[in-house]
């Protein structure tokens, strides 16, 4: 499945703290460690160990929090991960992170913003577009000249979705839509509901989230990833933009989720290793792509889970009998879900045709 890795990617749910290097994680505990903030030897096979229950997975993101909760290793960790999409060319990808305050550090929503912001301008081994109005003429040339995908690995697209995380209150999910609203000249492109499914009531967010879509923001919900029937019907009848995991939906929830044709963000190693779904086997995957049902591959967390977008597109391959030219369509076909402007949806247009030109 070699094959995989040099293909166009769009990843579309890939929350920023559970993308980091394991390499950059035990450093910086290392470090927290010599400062007598942690105990290192107690951090070190938490970090390393990749199979854990969804309830695991949330005790394991308190303990990154503490890792990376200041500007400067928010800054890197944005750096990195963007980088570690490119390498395994991915052209566009929706970022998403949480915004957070955090009085000791002297952060507020909007300075963890910024450091994130500052991360992704400080790329260097890759060109990155995160404005997309600026450089698109720039880019459509350099895609353009030969008709062969040259900027593939060389230049990736970057947009942030800020999420509001279920342990927040109304206020502080208000205060990351307002925010979200603010920052659309600088690459914010939606928000996300997510954070521990067992923890938190819809109500509380559902003003925050009737304000975004009355901004015009586009909103993606973490819907189902527990079986919660009430929860689900009032997600599904928001009408949000897109859907992530949609594990637990009984039959009734599936019917709704066809007819109002809302794409799903499917990642697949996330919900075996968190155990939400049993198999590959009995994965919903195959379901919704023999339905035509909108989906994108995505990976959720690929330093928690230890994945990458190749290697879903792999997994998913072998898993569901599809072959690579199957796998090029449904990478293509991302691209009409996607939450940035319809002048980059043409871009990757170009993309993608080209590349499938040299496929070929
Ligand atoms: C729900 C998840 C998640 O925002 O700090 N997150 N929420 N389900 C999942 N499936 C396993 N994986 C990650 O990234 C980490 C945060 O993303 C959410 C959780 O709220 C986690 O704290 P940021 O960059």
Known sequence: MEWCVPMPKIELHAHLNGSIRDSTLLELARELGEKGAIVFSDVEHVILKSDRALNEVFKLFDLIHIITTDHKTVARITKE????????????????????????????????????????????????????ELKTDAFAHSHSADGLCNGIGSKIYVRLLLSIDRRETAEAAMETVELAVELQDFGV????????????????????????????????????????PVEIYAMLDFLPKRIGHACCLEDEDWKLLKRLEIPVEICLTSNIKTETIASTDVHHFADLYKSNHPLILCTDDCGVFSTSLSAEYALASSAFGLGKRE???????????????????????AIFASAHTKLN
Request: aromatic share 8%; glycine share 6%.
């Open 81 to 132: 991960v963007i980088e570690d999409f490119a390498a395994d060319n991915v052209v566009y990808l929706e970022l998403r992170t949480t915004p957070k305050r955090n009085d000791s550090k002297a952060m507020s929503k909007r300075s963890y913003l910024e450091a994130v912001l500052e991360g992704i301008r400080s790329v260097n081994s890759v060109e990155v577009d995160l404005s997309g």
């Open 189 to 228: 492109v939606g928000i996300d509901l997510c954070g521990n499914p067992n923890v938190g009531q819809w109500l509380t967010f559902l003003p925050a989230l009737e304000y975004a879509k009355k901004q015009g923001i586009p909103i993606t919900l973490h819907c189902g990833e527990v079986p919660n």
């Open 327 to 349: 796998m090029f369509h449904l990478a293509q076909k991302a691209i009409d879900f996607i939450f940035a402007s319809g002048r980059v949806k043409k871009d990757l247009k």
